[in-house]
Each structure stands twice: as structure tokens, then as C-alpha cells.
């Protein structure tokens, strides 16, 4: 299965030091360009920095662009500028774009908010809940483990 994080799933790992989590429970994830970047802004500690390059470098995060006259594009830009409910940033737009053309699992903690692109396009989206009781019972972590992650998510 492949799997396009959005930034707030991915973050989270990356806060905790535990995106080792992440390489139990996928081969490799995808993140667009614009997750990348904003993940690599000023502001971002160099711990999260670091560890995201740390898993670009040994190939398990692959980061991939959005390149003009493509219809990943066609479908980024109309997410950036026709989104009804909400507007959508470049990262959630660039994730389901990605997701679109690799016809993935989008890892999204709000999928409510974009519901109707999972319908037209037929997309599953996990959430970080998801994520951390698939680890559990797939018995990744312990259920200390289980109870610690699910806590601190609520936090975020």
C-alpha cells in the first residue's frame, strides 16, 4: 500500500523521535515537495529536520514534485482554487494530488474536511489514530506504548 503523509501525521512522529514507528508499519512513505519544504523552514528544529533527511537519505521517505503540465498538477491547482468548504493549503492539496496519481492511502488527520476528494476519487485516508491502533494490534507497541502515543496525539 502506498502512502502519502500530510504534514500533521508525519509531524507527529518526528516530535516524539519515533518515526521507527512509521518503518514498522510501511516499506516507505511518500510526501510531496511542499511537505518537505515546510518541513524544512526556519522554524522547524533541527531535530524534526534532521530526522526527516535521516529518512530521505535511506530512502524510506520519498519526496515527490509536482511538475507543470501533468494532470497531478490539473488537480493540485484545482484543490488550491475551487475547495468549497475550506481552503486548502499547498501541503494538503500537493498530498491529495499525490495520492490521486499514485492511488494511495493519504495519511490525513481531518478527513472530513476533504471528504469530497476521497469520494471522487476514491481514496482511502488514514489518521494518525489509525496509524497508532494498527501499531498496536499488528503488535508493534506495547499497550503502555499504545496508551502513551494515543495520549500525547490528543495533545498536539
Do not use: W
Request: hydrophobic share 35%; charged share 30%.
Amino acid at each position: 500500500m502506498k502512502v502519502i503523509y500530510d504534514i500533521d501525521c508525519l509531524l507527529f512522529f518526528l516530535k516524539i523521535g519515533r518515526a521507527d514507528l512509521l518503518e514498522e508499519e510501511c516499506d516507505k512513505i511518500i510526501i510531496s515537495n511542499k511537505i518537505f519544504n515546510s518541513l524544512n523552514n526556519p522554524s522547524i528544529s533541527d531535530f524534526i529536520k534532521d530526522q526527516l533527511r535521516g529518512l530521505v537519505d535511506e530512502g524510506f521517505v520519498k519526496v515527490e514534485e509536482i511538475s507543470l503540465n501533468t494532470k497531478t498538477f490539473d488537480i493540485y491547482y484545482e484543490l488550491i482554487n475551487e475547495h468549497k468548504n475550506q481552503i486548502l493549503g499547498d501541503g494538503e492539496a500537493s498530498s491529495i494530488a499525490i495520492a490521486i496519481k499514485n492511488q494511495g492511502t493519504i495519511a490525513y488527520n481531518n478527513p472530513s474536511a476533504i471528504s469530497e476528494y476521497l469520494e471522487k476519487y476514491n481514496l482511502k485516508c488514514i489518521t494518525l489514530e489509525d496509524i497508532i491502533n494498527s501499531l498496536y494490534k499488528n503488535e508493534k507497541i506495547s499497550k503502555k506504548e499504545f496508551e502513551d502515543l494515543l495520549n500525547k496525539s490528543r495533545q498536539v
